[in-house]
């Protein structure tokens, strides 16, 4: 492992919850939350920083004004989980800053401009609805983006999920040289298998997701019109979780809580013959890492044509994915029951799917990238 006379550590990792325990304790199953983690601790030196909820009394106040900006600015804060003294010597003593999201860099924003201006600190941010939230006070717009302006000072360079929500910030900052696309990847190593037959597997079909962008009025009716078919839906999501339909299967799920380890969400997969992504408009990336999860399995992904999908570039309707053009029940139900009936697009799709995701949205090629912004 490397090592460095000025700073202890390389690289400092900043996540929300749910990545230090598993981490420190060995027990990393898919490896794409971690973002490159795992393949940087072979010649780095690591240093990982949570949200850590405690009962201290001494934080009330900070806690009822994390509360109120919030509230009144429309972003994400969480000033007493993260603002230690403890973790302001680590990222002192850092020498590159890894934020994971919006939340991390919105609660550490105090910090970031204290290492912006005294200590030259690599930056680098990874976005995710920074620039697609909905204002509850638009009176207050110029104080949402002002915040968001800061944060964009502080770091060195601004990571974009999908390109959708990087034309917008473009449009908005003009601080075009720190905006990078930097399209999400996943361990296809682990989610892959040899024998996926979709032609002989049954009917089945799988949603996966807790995204509050997630359309549940489609995931509610499209059984009904579809009962022929089985229907898994693996969410926390509380307007599905007592969903009563015959051909529906609910199974609770979410990553953060663990609820199902990777291995067993793995085997759902494979069980399943489409991945239905149904998701509301809007700029920000949603369903992600599903999408690519069940792709790298060859399982074709069908999900609504969105400004916020991620890559124009890279998928193609009834080439490696589906679009949804018509975002309703009736659109929904003419593309899942054209695709199966149709084992050739069904083929198509699933073989392109696999091919582009494991060519292209691999951990190394992540890794690769994230590794030249580096110092």
């Known amino acids: 492992m490397k090592t460095n006379i000025y700073f202890m550590h390389e690289i400092t990792y900043v996540f929300k919850k749910g990545r ?42 900070l806690k009822k004004i994390e509360r109120a900006m919030s509230k009144l600015l429309s972003l994400p804060f969480y000033f007493s989980q993260i603002l230690t003294s ?17 939340s991390v860099a919105c609660s550490l924003l105090p910090y970031l401009i204290y290492l912006r201006i005294f200590k030259k600190r690599n930056i680098l941010i990874f976005a995710m609805g920074l620039y697609s939230k909905k204002l509850n006070y638009k009176i207050l717009k110029s104080l949402h983006y002002l915040v968001i302006k800061l944060i964009v000072y502080s770091a060195n360079k601004v990571f974009f999920l999908g390109k959708g929500e990087l034309n917008v910030a473009r449009s908005i900052s003009k601080n075009e040289d720190k905006f990078i696309y930097f399209p999400f990847s996943i361990d296809t190593e682990f ?26 009025e489609i995931l509610k009716e499209l059984p009904k019109f579809l009962p022929n078919l089985k229907f898994k839906y693996i969410t ?30 793995l085997e759902h997969y494979k069980s399943s013959k489409i991945c ?60 899942i029951n054209d695709l199966i009936n149709n084992n050739n697009l069904l083929t198509t799709v699933s073989v392109n799917a696999q091919k582009t995701v494991i060519e292209r949205f691999n951990l190394k090629v992540f890794y690769n990238k994230l590794n030249d912004y580096l110092e």
């Not at 892959?192 to 089945?204: A, C, I, S």
């Open 276 to 335: 239905i992504i149904p998701v509301s408009e809007g700029n920000q990336p949603s369903g992600q890492s599903v999408a690519l999860q069940a792709m790298s399995l060859g399982i074709p992904v069908v999900i609504s044509d969105t400004n916020g999908f991620w890559d124009r570039d890279e998928f193609f309707d009834n080439h490696n994915i589906l679009f949804v053009n018509k975002n309703n029940i009736q659109g929904w139900v003419n593309k």
């Open 191 to 216: 989610w892959h298998t040899d024998n996926l037959d979709l032609k002989n597997n049954n009917n089945e079909i799988i949603f996966v997701g807790n995204d509050s962008n997630r359309r549940v």
């Open 20 to 61: 230090k325990k598993n981490y420190l304790n060995k027990t990393i199953e898919a490896k794409e939350f971690y973002y490159g983690l795992p393949l940087f601790e072979e010649s780095r030196d690591i240093q990982i920083i949570e949200f850590e909820i405690k009962k201290d009394n001494d934080k009330r106040v």
């Open 86 to 102: 403890e973790n302001f010597k680590i990222l002192k003593n850092s020498k590159n800053i890894i934020l994971t999201n919006e």
């Open 236 to 265: 926390n999501l509380r307007k599905l979780l007592d969903l009563e339909i015959e051909n529906v299967e609910i199974i609770k799920g979410d990553w953060g809580k663990k609820y199902l380890s990777d291995i067993e969400l």
